[in-house]
């Protein structure tokens, strides 16, 4: 059995779909969703069982807790979680957190990294950035995490065009298509990977 943390501080629909997808999978278990975002809509998924009935927990924590503690990663730890998967969770990963997961962390970031990454680079910021620049494509990146935004190694991409009348809306909404379809896809093939 496979055990999965999934960080997120917005709306969540990635989890969703992420819990939607393993739902009916015996061999992998979402066991956990972790929140630094008390007003979190991904809080109100997860109590409505991801529209599957499932039972996850949800963990609420704060900064101090999350930067000047070890109780976050003890508790991952404790709970054997084989994967952490980032689905729009805002903060950096600290360090003690990333070294007791080598290659154990995932996240999406909704452009083709590395143009239009790093800090403040972030929900429709980034579709913004991706407009003015007059770019013909953007899509999403799939990548492992460090303890810098944006630059741990390319696990997956895939493109949608751009055209000149798209606005930061139109790409943001062909990207999360892009999202939905492949994030919980990848996710278990890096899970399976490292049997
Ligand atoms: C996604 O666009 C993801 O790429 C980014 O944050 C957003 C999360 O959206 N890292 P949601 O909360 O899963 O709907």
Request: glycine share 8%.
């Amino acid at each position: 059995m496979k055990r999965i943390a999934i960080f997120a501080s917005g709306s969540g629909s990635n989890a969703e779909k992420i819990a939607e997808y393993f739902a009916d999978n015996t061999a992998v278990e979402i066991t956990l969703i972790v929140s630094n975002n008390p007003k979190a809509g991904v809080i109100e998924r997860a109590r409505r069982g991801f529209g599957r009935r499932l039972h996850i927990p949800v963990l609420l924590f704060d900064r101090s807790t999350f930067y000047d503690t070890n109780r976050i990663t003890q508790l991952l730890l404790n709970q054997n979680i084989d994967l952490i998967v980032l689905a729009g969770f805002m903060w950096l990963m600290p360090g003690d957190l990333v070294r007791a997961f080598p290659n154990k962390i995932v996240n999406i970031h909704p452009a083709l990294l590395p143009k239009f990454g790093g800090k403040g680079m972030y929900g429709h910021y980034v579709h913004e950035a991706v407009v003015a620049a007059g770019e013909t494509e953007s899509g999403i990146t799939i990548h492992y995490v460090n303890e810098r935004y944006d630059e741990g190694q390319t696990i997956f991409q895939a493109n949608c065009p751009v055209s000149p009348t798209d606005t930061p809306e139109d790409v943001a909404h062909k990207v999360q298509i892009l999202e939905h379809l492949h994030y919980p896809r990848v996710i278990e093939e890096v899970l399976m990977q490292d049997e």
